[in-house]
């Protein structure tokens, strides 16, 4: 069965810099687009950013274009997130989902998510 | 970016009843919907991609229609472990939007 799995959350003070990543099973890994989500406490969900299943396409949100990378290793079945200068703002549980881009477009299967606090 | 405004932000049900949560979005977005359940500490779960296709392992109580700009996910004979938040998102264009969640609670 499909299961992804994040890691890396911490406390981190504004500015400063984290990389969650992502590992995945169950799945053909090489073979699909993926994308992280995140919520901030209380809040709804925000897609902010997905990669190709090469790896060579790459999307961002306007809220942290610039300041966060996404990337892959496909040898490794592993997702990553790089973030960058941190705002207190980026504080929220972060999920990685399998993203089925075709005809469709949807993100079928989340991981449990990590959480990321931004605080001085 | 495309606007997606879900309603109403909560509704209070009972076990049995029908349920009909709304999703509106700006522009259209032609089939390009889907909706997500969350439980308290739980990740969303895929329910309905594309307007109207059920995930499998969906149970059949859930429906989806729609199209444009108007859609509509629906919860027929509501069970006790529905009880949950459900959020709509357009899949049409980056970035990928979501709805500002429907909070389902028991009446």
């Known amino acids: 069965q499909v299961q992804l799995v994040e890691s890396g959350g911490d406390l981190v003070k504004p500015g400063g810099s984290l990389r969650l990543s992502c590992a995945a099973s169950?799945?053909?890994?090489?073979?699909?687009?993926m994308t992280w989500i995140r919520q901030g406490p209380g809040k709804g969900l925000e897609w902010i950013s997905y990669?190709?299943?090469?790896?060579?396409?790459?999307n961002y949100a306007d809220s942290v274009k610039g300041r966060f990378t996404i990337s892959r290793d496909n040898a490794k079945n592993s997702l990553y997130l790089q973030m960058n200068s941190l705002r207190a703002e980026d504080t929220a549980v972060y999920y990685c989902?399998?993203?089925?881009?075709?005809?469709?477009?949807?993100?079928?299967?989340w991981g449990q998510g990590t959480l990321v606090t931004v605080s001085s | 970016d495309i606007q997606v405004t879900q309603s109403p932000s909560s509704l209070s049900a009972s076990v049995g009843d029908r349920v009909i949560i709304t999703c509106r979005a700006s522009?259209?977005?032609?089939?390009?919907l889907n909706w997500y359940q969350q439980k308290p500490g739980k990740a969303p779960k895929l329910l309905i991609y594309?307007?109207?296709r059920l995930q499998s392992g969906v149970p059949s109580r859930f429906s989806g229609s729609g199209s444009g700009t108007d859609f509509t996910l629906t919860i027929t004979s509501l069970q006790p472990e529905d009880f949950a938040t459900y959020y709509c998102?357009?899949?049409?264009?980056?970035?990928?939007?979501f709805g500002q969640g429907t909070k389902l609670e028991s009446k």
């Open positions: 522009p259209s977005i032609t089939t390009y």
């Open positions: 990669i190709s299943s090469g790896g060579a396409t790459t």
């Open positions: 998102q357009q899949s049409y264009n980056t970035p990928y939007t």
């Open positions: 169950g799945f053909t890994f090489s073979d699909y687009y």
């Open positions: 594309a307007t109207y």
């Open positions: 989902a399998k993203f089925t881009s075709s005809s469709e477009v949807y993100f079928d299967f």
